[in-house]
């Protein structure tokens, strides 16, 4: 079974520029989560749907920022424009229940330069 | 402070060893409590669940202090292979979201 994929897996782009982070969760896990990790620091929680729905975006750090989980599967966080402290690893995490294990996603790593 | 702080590490120890790992919390209410491992350049994997009561999974045992909003991680006998970076977290009061450590870095040499 196909844990959970992001793409791409790396990407670099100056700022100013716009990119999208795809990630696809475990089939048939409702919950999905974005994380990022900033060099030297703690990966922290950006935002966590439900389905289609956010349940909680207290961690988006900016308006720069917009996740989207359409139709309730897969999902897309936009950096637009991007800035270079937006630079960093993002996870995608899928569960099955709001409390249960979370597998994680390789990580895009985003560089802005 | 922090939400989760951890021993910063690095930990460097020969095959064999005993190595503990501890970390604290800062929300009192805070009701789930977790041991990731992340080895280079890969996401993180659940290592064990922390329990009140404590719990062991082989060499790994983890114990839960509330009082002191404490959480400890031993490793036994440490092969080359437990080399990586050892995530605390903890899950939020709301429940929808993990709060992590920054990690500590174990490296097992021969």
């Known amino acids: 079974e196909a844990g959970v994929t992001q793409f791409p897996s790396h990407s670099v782009i100056e700022k100013g520029q716009t990119v999208t982070l795809r990630c696809d969760p475990i089939s048939g896990h409702d919950n999905l989560y974005w994380y990022r990790r900033v060099m030297g620091k703690e990966i922290k929680f950006l935002l966590h749907f439900v389905k289609e729905s956010k349940q909680d975006e207290s961690g988006m750090p900016n308006n720069r920022f917009l996740a989207e989980r359409t139709g309730g599967t897969y999902s897309t966080l936009k950096v637009q424009p991007a800035e270079l402290e937006d630079s960093g690893v993002y996870f995608c995490?899928?569960?099955?229940?709001?409390?249960?294990?979370?597998?994680f996603g390789q990580g895009t790593r985003l560089t802005v330069v | 402070r922090k939400e989760v702080e951890q021993d910063p590490g690095p930990f460097n120890v020969p095959e064999g060893a005993t190595v503990a790992f501890n970390c604290t919390y800062s929300?009192?209410?805070?009701?789930?409590f977790f041991w990731y491992r992340q080895d280079c350049r890969k996401e993180p994997k659940l290592l064990m669940s922390?329990?009140?009561s404590g719990n062991e999974d082989g060499r790994f045992t983890a114990q839960l202090n509330r009082a002191s909003q404490y959480i400890s991680l031993l490793i036994r006998d440490s092969k080359l292979s437990d080399s990586a970076t050892y995530l605390c977290?903890?899950?939020?009061?709301?429940?929808?979201?993990?709060?992590f450590g920054k990690g500590t870095t174990l490296s097992v040499s021969s």
């Open positions: 995490a899928s569960t099955l229940g709001q409390n249960t294990e979370a597998f």
């Open positions: 929300n009192s209410a805070s009701q789930s």
């Open positions: 922390v329990y009140s």
């Open positions: 977290v903890v899950r939020n009061q709301a429940g929808t979201a993990l709060i």
